[in-house]
């Protein structure tokens, strides 16, 4: 099946700072790209629908100057979690769908861990 | 607008006993369904997906699932469980419509006892 990576699987940071995460589809081009938030014993929070070479569709709620997306190629794209704050600190994870598979299946990351001191 | 009611948050099972996670969902259009199994601090894994056709879908690891239109479900069993399917399960659908985007479920754990 497609491989989709994320980087880091978990980050650290100040409160204040600047955190990137990476998403990559591995071995197929993913023209759309979703980022979900998850908190503890909970599901998936869509947090905006990302395509190749335009601007991201936030969810409602979800501030786009707080989580910069960008889906600079079709195999890549990152999330920025900006001025992080403690309450950001959750689990990410991106998924991708393209031309492998069928149905419009998401191919899902294995998810990043992030903790905001 | 698409909805998914996952009806029971936990699901405690003895290994070896059958099990059905139920899934129901709300929608005007035509549907594509998905579950998808979270092992701890894991991403998520397709275990089966219907998209037209047989209402039957078999997927991964021995599960399988029915659409039913009438009742709008699509409940996930397996006939013998085993400790290692002990995880969270989640249900999702998706307007084929749009982008591919998909509600989730609230998910259901999967407790499987020795």
């Not at chain 1, 014993?41 to 905006?48: D, G, P």
């Not at chain 1, 890549?76 to 979690?81: A, H, I, K, N, Q």
Request: net charge neutral.
């Amino acid at each position: 099946g497609a491989v989709v990576s994320q980087h880091p699987s978990r980050v650290i940071c100040k409160s204040g700072t600047s955190v990137k995460i990476e998403c990559r589809s591995l071995d197929f081009q993913a023209t759309t790209m979703f980022w979900y938030r998850q908190f503890p014993k909970q599901s998936l929070m869509l947090m905006a629908t990302s395509n190749e070479g335009s601007k991201a569709t936030y969810e409602q709620g979800v501030e786009k100057d707080k989580f910069l997306i960008n889906h600079a190629s079709l195999t890549l794209s990152t999330l920025t979690v900006t001025s992080a704050h403690p309450e950001d600190s959750s689990f990410y994870i991106c998924s991708a769908s393209g031309n492998s598979g069928g149905g419009n299946e998401q191919f899902f990351g294995p998810g990043t861990r992030l903790t905001v001191l | 607008a698409q909805s998914v009611t996952q009806l029971d948050s936990q699901v405690p099972v003895f290994e070896e006993a059958p099990v059905e996670l139920r899934c129901n969902y709300s929608s005007s259009v035509s549907v594509y369904l998905f579950w998808y199994v979270q092992y701890p601090n894991q991403g998520l894994q397709l275990l089966l997906k219907y998209l037209s056709g047989s209402t039957l879908v078999k997927g991964i690891n021995g599960f399988e699932a029915e659409f039913n239109k009438s009742q709008t479900s699509f409940h996930l069993r397996k006939p013998s469980v085993h400790i290692s399917d002990t995880a969270e399960y989640f249900c999702a659908v998706s307007d084929p419509g749009n982008t591919g985007k998909l509600i989730f479920g609230q998910g259901t754990t999967l407790q499987v006892k020795p």
